[in-house]
């Protein structure tokens, strides 16, 4: 099992060279029994029309027959659908690997024991901080410890337990603390990502990191990877927005220390998104109205991944798409422009991704940050989002952010027991340059 994501979502050079759904992330129903303050999807109720069983059915034989290798079902809850036990049994029958990302509220023991039947691969559980962080996030009170109480139940049993988290200004303080909670529940990989202003996250822009956080973000994930994680056997894997290139990429990027690096954005080349009605997106967090290729109940997948322009142009973009700093960058060939996801919620169109640790510090070079500040609200519908500006500004002089020399971020997580000091309240408190600022500042881990 510890394996598994190795031999099957790995690309090959085969995949590189012609456009391969290898991975496909599958909405199976938007109904929801949480309500998360960072969903993009404003998931809670189920859309109008969701496939039958019959055309979920027959969307798996496309993919499998384009060369797919596994498929991560995901709501809302994909539990909450009656039939996706059936679904998971086929996508595991049809040869693909088949997996699990989850809040958990619901993963009872006995839908556990379904998905040990269906074939599935890994369960991810989402912990988005400690007790009080975590259920402030999902809406729900008590979905801290009917997560954890998933988790240690998937750990027992056959299926592989891996771990997500939404990096913010409410988890990021404590980041070290959520690492010892992996160790504790038997997590064997961790996935971290940025929260992005899509959805419910685009009416919170305070929760929002701002670019030139990535600077206290990056060092503590290296050592969160090295002094907690790597010991325990747990593999950190950064989501599609935590980059790009820098210093840290051979240390935080899976493989890095053989050379992997990041190859651009993924979405409708190596990965598809399919929503619960039918619509194919090259990402499952894209906007629908934008990145919408057309439904699979019209179309067949794989004349969409090769034909749509919504999905292929991700692929095909070169460094004269950029814009901004990104078509000046010294890697706008290779990356093109980091995550489409991100840039696109953020300013409306992709190619300009000022959550960028290689951009962060080189505008730290020059005394520079860049900041994100709102303009316009989102409207309120799934996969929506505002609009957002950039702001180029001297970079503040330097405060202490330590406690006797040790960051302050490693004091709370040691000190997490203590109220007065385990709340991300009392972090930005410490760490303010002046009164109401609430800046997280830097501190490099050496």
Not at 368 to 393: C, K, N, T
Request: proline letters at 7%; glycine letters at 10%.
């Amino acid at each position: 099992m510890a394996g598994t994501r190795d031999l099957v979502r790995t690309p090959t050079d085969q995949d590189f060279k012609r456009p391969t759904p290898v991975y496909v992330v599958w909405e199976l129903t938007l109904k929801c029994d949480l309500g998360c303050k960072t969903c993009g999807s404003r998931a809670g109720k189920p859309r109008a029309q969701e496939l039958t069983l019959e055309e979920c059915y027959g969307v798996i034989d496309q993919l499998a027959e384009a060369g797919t290798r596994e498929v991560t079902i995901i709501g809302g809850e994909a539990y909450l659908r009656d039939d996706w036990p059936l679904i998971a049994k086929r996508i595991t029958d049809r040869g693909m690997a088949c997996s699990m990302t989850t809040g958990a509220r619901g993963l009872t023991q006995e839908r556990l024991d379904l998905a040990v039947k269906a074939g599935l691969r890994s369960i991810s559980i989402s912990l988005d901080g400690l007790e009080e962080t975590h259920d402030a996030q999902r809406g729900v009170k008590g979905s801290w410890r009917s997560a954890v109480e998933a988790a240690k139940r998937v750990a027992k049993s056959p299926i592989r337990l891996a771990t997500n988290t939404q990096v913010n200004r409410l988890s990021l303080p404590e980041l070290p603390a959520v690492a010892d909670t992996m160790v504790e529940i038997g997590s064997k990989a961790w996935q971290v990502q940025i929260t992005v202003a899509m959805g419910r996250a685009a009416d919170r822009p305070d929760m929002l990191l701002q670019p030139y956080e990535l600077l206290e973000l990056f060092p503590l994930l290296v050592w969160i990877k090295e002094h907690k994680l790597e010991p325990n056997g747990i593999r950190l894997f950064p989501g599609n927005n935590v980059g790009f290139f820098s210093p840290y990429e051979e240390r935080l990027r899976y493989h890095g220390d053989t050379g992997a690096h990041w190859r651009g954005c993924p979405a409708g080349s190596m990965g598809l998104g399919i929503e619960a009605d039918g619509t194919l997106k090259g990402c499952p967090s894209l906007a629908t109205k934008t990145y919408s290729g057309g439904n699979v109940l019209d179309r067949p997948i794989i004349d969409m991944v090769e034909h749509a322009p919504e999905i292929n142009h991700i692929r095909q973009r070169t460094r004269n798409d950029l814009w901004g700093f990104c078509q000046t960058c010294y890697y706008a060939d290779i990356c093109r422009g980091g995550c489409t996801w991100t840039s696109s919620s953020l300013l409306g169109r992709p190619g300009n991704n000022p959550y960028c640790i290689h951009r962060a510090m080189e505008f730290e070079k020059q005394g520079l940050r860049e900041r994100v500040e709102q303009v316009s609200v989102a409207p309120g519908l799934p996969f929506d989002h505002g609009e957002y500006r950039i702001v180029v500004e001297p970079m503040p002089n330097d405060v202490d952010t330590t406690i006797g020399g040790v960051p302050l971020p490693l004091v709370l997580a040691a000190q997490r027991n203590d109220p007065g000091l385990s709340t991300p309240e009392s972090l930005r408190i410490r760490l303010q340059k002046s009164p109401g600022s609430g800046d997280i500042r830097r501190h490099r881990l050496r």
